[in-house]
């Protein structure tokens, strides 16, 4: 099955920067990757996704760029907040007709103030 | 994106227990998901539950221990059975959004004694 990976494991930056988070997958048959952001005590909240058929999608201050041949996605958040702090994951799906996800383990991101 | 709820939001059971959690959507749905999150790691995927049809569980589950029902195209329910402390977790329900997305719902936060 899918493998997905996902770096860092935590991620500090000071309100104002960028952060940076990176994953990539085992199966180059993989066609959707979509980002979550978890806050605490709440259910993931899709924020972005991107398919194989695209290099790069943005939506205001998030990004997210794909390389299938290296087979890594990266999200982009820029002008950090303090209400982007929370957990990040990505994941990765090989089916359009089971909509199966295999999740990485999620990034813990803290935007310092 | 659709809005779903889940019922209890969080609950506190003995070990040797049953607990069944509800999830509702707004709209109808085909597929609907079950997953859990064990404290501080990423998402599991559990089974899925289509209307009509038996539940498809992944590897790792079965039904003797988190039975599964979906009596119409916006509710299901997942039962623990038997719990352990083991099955202490968050356990989430998603829904599919066509063209391959999940939104998840807040979650039921669990705690085995």
């Known amino acids: 099955g899918e493998n997905v990976e996902q770096h860092p494991s935590t991620l500090s930056v000071q309100e104002g920067d960028s952060a940076v988070i990176k994953c990539t997958y085992s199966?180059?048959?993989?066609?959707?990757f979509p980002w979550y952001k978890q806050e605490l005590g709440k259910g993931p909240q899709l924020i972005i996704d991107?398919?194989?058929?695209?290099g790069e999608k943005k939506d205001q201050r998030i990004a997210v760029t794909l390389n299938k041949t290296a087979k890594h996605f990266s999200l982009h958040i820029t002008e950090t907040q303090p209400e982007d702090s929370a957990v990040y994951f990505c994941a990765a799906s090989i089916s359009p007709n089971d909509y199966k996800l295999s999740f990485g383990a999620g990034t813990t991101v803290t935007v310092r103030a | 994106s659709a809005v779903i709820s889940q019922k209890p939001s969080r609950d506190i059971c003995q070990r040797g227990t049953s607990l069944t959690i509800q999830c509702q959507v707004d709209?109808?749905?085909?597929?609907m998901f079950w997953y859990r999150q064990q404290p501080g790691q990423s998402l599991t995927l559990i089974a899925t539950a289509n209307q009509g049809s038996e539940a498809t569980y992944e590897s790792g589950f079965v039904i003797d221990k988190f039975p599964i029902s979906r009596p119409n195209l916006t509710f299901s329910t997942l039962t623990v059975s038997n719990m352990s402390p083991e099955d202490s977790s968050i356990y989430l329900c998603?829904?599919?959004?066509?063209?391959?997305?999940?939104?998840f719902g807040p979650g039921t936060r669990l705690l085995v004694l």
């Open positions: 998603s829904v599919e959004g066509g063209q391959e997305t999940q939104y």
């Open positions: 991107i398919r194989s058929n695209v």
């Open positions: 709209s109808q749905v085909t597929m």
């Open positions: 199966d180059s048959a993989s066609n959707y």
